[in-house]
């Protein structure tokens, strides 16, 4: 059951360069979107979120957009540190629901 | 910064006992979660918990867990009787708002349990 899915597993990324970091959903009844971080022996840490009324929200080196009639948001980071290494997971949620699912995140490594 | 904290943070048990795992929650928050991710898996949802009750379960919270918020600052999660499959990291969080704000839930370090 892959409400949330994130087809690559790692991704490499040069320092000062763009990570694009990529997501795809199907249940249309989720509403808010959100990006965690995750260190080694650390839990998620909260990123940034969308709602699905919006196309595209932007915190400092982060931008999130998304594009509902592909079901599909991507995670921007620019330009890319070497603090940025860690897992990212893309997660949803749906009105009314408690719960936050969670793709299966995204490894990555930013290159010196 | 406020943070949510998880103890222990390493747990081996032997199969069919018994295992408390606690959290305390930011101080203002409302909300309780607990989450676990399998090696190798996703991270995916146990429980949620508001105003001394579950709020919302998922199908891997069966009758062998159990939540509780024993005083006004801890939250623990039981398992009565542990199986191989429970090993993995569990993770609790909490959240000041539900649907309709931000739903931004913060969460501790997790703890991780080997059941052998």
């Known amino acids: 059951d892959q409400q949330v899915k994130q087809n690559s597993p790692s991704l490499s990324v040069q320092e000062g360069r763009i990570s694009i970091l990529n997501c795809d959903y199907t249940?249309?009844?989720?509403?808010?979107f959100l990006w965690y971080k995750k260190y080694p022996a650390e839990g998620p840490t909260f990123l940034i979120s969308?709602?699905?009324?919006?196309d595209k929200n932007e915190d400092g080196r982060f931008t999130v957009f998304l594009n509902k009639s592909a079901k599909h948001l991507s995670l921007h980071i620019v330009p890319s540190q070497p603090g940025d290494s860690a897992v990212y997971f893309c997660?949803?949620?749906?009105?009314?629901?408690?719960?936050?699912?969670f793709g299966k995140g995204t490894r990555l490594h930013i290159l010196p | 910064e406020p943070e949510v904290t998880q103890t222990p943070s390493h747990q081996v048990t032997q199969m069919g006992q018994e295992v408390i795992l606690r959290c305390v929650p930011i101080?203002?928050?409302?909300?309780f979660y607990w989450y676990r991710q399998i090696l190798g898996q996703k991270v995916e949802f146990l429980v949620s918990?508001?105003?001394?009750?579950?709020?919302?379960k998922s199908e891997i919270f069966d009758d062998q867990f159990s939540v509780e918020r024993p005083d006004g600052s801890n939250f623990t999660l039981k398992i009565r009787s542990t199986k191989l499959e429970d090993s993995a990291m569990y993770f609790c969080?909490?959240?000041?708002?539900?649907?309709?704000?931000?739903?931004?839930?913060?969460f501790g370090p997790g703890t991780r349990l080997t059941v052998l």
């Open positions: 969080a909490s959240s000041e708002l539900k649907r309709g704000g931000y739903n931004e839930q913060f």
């Open positions: 249940n249309s009844m989720f509403d808010y």
């Open positions: 969308i709602s699905s009324i919006k």
């Open positions: 997660a949803a949620s749906a009105l009314n629901d408690d719960k936050i699912i």
């Open positions: 101080s203002n928050h409302l909300y």
């Open positions: 918990f508001y105003n001394n009750e579950i709020s919302e």
